[in-house]
């Protein structure tokens, strides 16, 4: 496989921080079971970018990569459709990232937006670190370790994608000017066969001079359905069509999903940080405890009290867990002061409890067995190493650090 498909692959990571909670599941998890269907995905546990911060404590981290690695399963990230494990299995991917610093200007890392906020936001730790300015170029290494098109992702890491692409830029720039690249593209157009080398010409002119973006669509598409190209010849009309060199790294995409806000008990973004949350896999008692201490509208003191839903977070919790029906019962009822918020709040309990009921019952054959999970991971991770070998090769031949 060549980076012709990355527009096809998706890879994406998430921090061992414990058990995940409902925030985890709406915002992230919901959407890799959609996209393990459509995509050629690599879902990684990032354990290294869990010591970026956490170095000092590390006696919970396989536990932590185990609990993960179990509510992804039974939320139903699927091992047979996507590729699920562990960052610190594929050593590749710091290999890259060593070579990728040796081109990346340290002001690009300290510009991050993550970098002072989070060093401000954490400031009982000490993150004055070389790991942690390296954070999120540690991070496009697992991107363009895989080549992957698309990377789906919140809000608060698109600035991490932005720089992966310019690394990746950076690298094609200096490392896809092979002596003698016209006449290699040249050569590897002909093996496309005349009609498709014809079409592949009147495309590329048609991007270089007239800054025709559909014509290089277009072309991209020809080329990711040409059979007998090499990868080396791929990579260079990929590159070609745009002018430049070697395409060794092509820039992803962050694959931005709507993604509902998941209010904390407290009312703020669910998160372990903010010591608000439900866990996917609670307790009926315990969640059932949670929600009803949960916060209200603050203008509801006593039943008489009218109310309004969207001061609510338990609103919010009814957008998405529950039916048009029950959501109308619940507005119409607190705006009159018709029902009370313990009233409110039952079938929230009865819904919540059940989806982690489900998920309980998922998580059980692995919980008994966590051979089970290890193998998982364990055959993931040979299965994206054999891919990110393929990439290193052909970064270090780019390089010219010899076979
Ligand atoms: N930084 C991401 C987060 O905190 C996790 C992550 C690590 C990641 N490597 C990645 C996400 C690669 C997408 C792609 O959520
Ligand atoms: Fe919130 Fe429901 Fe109480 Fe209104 S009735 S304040 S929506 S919990």
């Known amino acids: 496989m060549s980076s012709s498909d990355s527009s096809q692959r998706v890879v994406s990571g998430m921090r061992p921080t414990g058990r995940l909670h409902l925030g985890h599941y709406h915002g992230v998890l919901k959407n890799w079971v959609q996209l393990q269907h459509e995509y050629e995905c690599y879902f990684f546990v990032a354990d290294w970018h869990a010591l970026t911060t956490n170095y000092e404590n590390t006696e919970q981290i396989e536990q932590h990569v185990f609990d993960t690695a179990v509510d992804w399963l039974a939320s139903g990230v699927n091992p047979g459709a996507a590729t699920l494990f562990v960052q610190s299995k594929v050593p590749e991917h710091a290999e890259l990232h060593l070579l990728l610093s040796m081109i990346t200007p340290v002001s690009w890392l300290e510009r991050v937006p993550s970098y002072k906020d989070q060093q401000a936001r954490l400031n009982d730790k000490d993150l004055a670190t070389y790991g942690f300015l390296g954070y999120p170029l540690l991070q496009s290494a697992d991107i363009l370790i895989y080549r992957a098109g698309n990377v789906p992702v919140g809000a608060d890491q698109v600035a991490?994608?932005?720089?992966?692409?310019?690394?990746?830029?950076?690298?094609?720039?200096?490392?896809g000017r092979e002596p003698g690249f016209e006449q290699h593209a040249e050569a590897a157009v002909k093996k496309m066969g005349k009609k498709a080398a014809r079409l592949y010409r009147e495309l590329r002119t048609r991007y270089l001079e007239r800054g025709d973006t559909e014509a290089l669509e277009r072309a991209r598409a020809l080329l990711a359905e040409q059979q007998?190209?090499?990868?080396?010849?791929?990579?260079r009309l990929f590159g070609y069509l745009e002018g430049g060199g070697?395409?060794?790294?092509?820039?992803?995409?962050?694959?931005?999903?709507?993604?509902?806000?998941?209010?904390?008990?407290?009312?703020?973004?669910m998160s372990k940080s903010y010591n608000n949350t439900i866990e996917l896999r609670e307790a009926p008692e315990s969640t059932a405890e949670k929600i009803r201490t949960m916060q209200t509208d603050p203008a509801r003191v006593?039943?008489?009290?009218?109310?309004?839903p969207e001061n609510c977070p338990v609103f919010a919790l009814h957008q998405i867990y529950s039916s048009d029906e029950v959501r109308r019962w619940a507005a119409e009822g607190c705006k009159s002061a018709g029902i009370g918020?313990?009233?409110?709040?039952?079938?929230?309990?009865?819904?919540?409890?059940?989806?982690?009921?489900?998920?309980?019952e998922r998580a059980q054959q692995f919980e008994e067995d966590p051979g089970l999970v290890h193998s998982i991971l364990l055959e993931g991770?040979?299965?994206?190493?054999?891919?990110?070998?393929?990439?290193?090769?052909?970064?270090?031949?780019?390089?010219?650090?010899?076979?």
């Open 341 to 360: 918020c313990i009233d409110c709040k039952k079938p929230l309990i009865d819904s919540i409890t059940e989806e982690q009921h489900q998920r309980r």
């Open 246 to 269: 070697r395409i060794i790294l092509p820039e992803p995409q962050p694959l931005l999903t709507k993604q509902p806000k998941v209010p904390g008990l407290d009312g703020e973004k």
């Open 302 to 308: 006593r039943l008489k009290d009218p109310g309004n």
């Open 160 to 175: 991490h994608v932005e720089l992966t692409r310019e690394v990746a830029r950076r690298f094609n720039y200096i490392y």
């Open 228 to 235: 007998n190209l090499s990868i080396g010849d791929a990579e």
């Open 381 to 403: 991770s040979e299965i994206a190493r054999d891919m990110a070998r393929e990439t290193i090769e052909d970064v270090r031949a780019a390089i010219g650090l010899g076979p």
